[in-house]
């Protein structure tokens, strides 16, 4: 029969399920479990934050798992050392095709004392780190006429008091995706955003030590918020990424799926 072809004949599905991922920002906290996640479903990661030192921790974890993963050390804001990275990685375990755009920081403060530091600080390394190592990876992919791109955003994305720097960053993380999705479609890379709500991580600590909440109250208050009745992990987030990343999901594109123990906008 001739006409709508069989979805076994699709290129996704002729694909090897083993690939080459990148993950940033994997030193620890979400990065650290999409990283290990995407190691257990069979792909080399390349560990990137920072510091390679600082990724030793999620490597070694991989690696005991019996997975395969190398250390890169980049800000992901630097051109230069993103392009240095890539080259390590594609060079130790092949050119990658899975990218996840995880690195953040948060610079918190109501709008009245929040500096041009706080500002330029966080769309740096969220918007601006993204937009370059995308870029940077997108070649392989097109290469290679597979890809899959998870971009970090988040709930914070529809606003949220004392996080403009971060709320405006997060929300153009959704615009980045939905147009990496249009224009990279064609070379058979999907483009999907995750928007994680409440996650336990040092970043969550960060905000407790800020308002000097102790981190189990500060963890109990925003639990009372969520339907599901507890607040998220890693794991929670490193799942919805191994969906986006699987080769089944090859027509789910310019997604924004919210993580949040309930439902968001
Ligand atoms: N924790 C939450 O509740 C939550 C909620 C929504 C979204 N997110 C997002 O999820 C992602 C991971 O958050 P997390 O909670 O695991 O944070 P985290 O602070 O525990 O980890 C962030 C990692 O990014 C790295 N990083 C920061 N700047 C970098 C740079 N310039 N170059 C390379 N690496 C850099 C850090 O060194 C760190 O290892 C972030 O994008 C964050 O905005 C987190």
Redesign the pocket.
């Known amino acids: 029969m001739t006409g709508t072809p069989s979805p076994d004949a699709t290129p996704e599905a002729a694909a090897p399920a083993a690939r080459v991922a990148l993950v940033?920002?994997?030193?620890?906290?979400?990065?650290?479990a999409i990283a290990q996640r995407l190691a257990a479903d069979g792909h080399a990661v390349g560990v990137?934050?920072?510091t390679a030192d600082?990724c030793g921790d999620t490597v070694a974890a991989i690696t005991a798992a019996g997975g395969r993963a190398v250390a890169l050390g980049?800000?992901?804001?630097?051109a230069a050392a993103v392009e240095a990275a890539l080259s390590r990685l594609v060079d130790e375990l092949g050119a990658p095709t899975i990218l996840v755009?995880?690195?953040?920081?948060?610079r918190d403060n109501l709008l009245f004392k929040m500096t041009e530091d706080d500002w330029d600080a966080v769309l740096?390394?969220?918007l601006r780190?993204a937009f370059l190592v995308t870029r940077a990876v997108q070649a392989h992919m097109v290469a290679a006429g597979w890809g899959r791109i998870v971009n970090?955003?988040?709930?914070?994305a529809l606003g949220n008091r004392g996080q403009a720097n971060?709320a405006a960053a997060?929300a153009g993380m959704q615009g980045l995706t939905k147009t990496l999705a249009l224009e990279l479609g064609r070379y058979g890379v999907t483009a999907n955003a995750i928007?994680?709500?409440?996650?336990?991580?040092?970043?969550?600590r960060?905000t407790a030590a800020r308002i000097g909440v102790p981190f189990d109250e500060f963890v109990a208050a925003a639990t009372r918020e969520i339907p599901v009745g507890r607040a998220?992990t890693?794991d929670d987030?490193a799942a919805a990424a191994a969906f986006f990343c699987a080769p089944e999901a090859g027509f789910v594109s310019g997604q924004v799926l919210y993580v949040a123990g309930g439902p968001r906008a």
Do not use: C, E, W
């Not at 980049?74 to 630097?78: E, H, K, L, R």
């Not at 970090?152 to 914070?156: C, D, H, I, K, R």
């Open positions: 940033t920002g994997a030193a620890r906290g979400i990065g650290a990137l934050d920072i600082a980049a800000d992901v804001a630097d755009n995880n690195a953040g920081i948060i740096s390394v969220h780190g970090l955003s988040s709930t914070s971060y997060k928007a994680p709500g409440f996650i336990q991580t040092d970043m969550t960060q998220g890693p987030i």
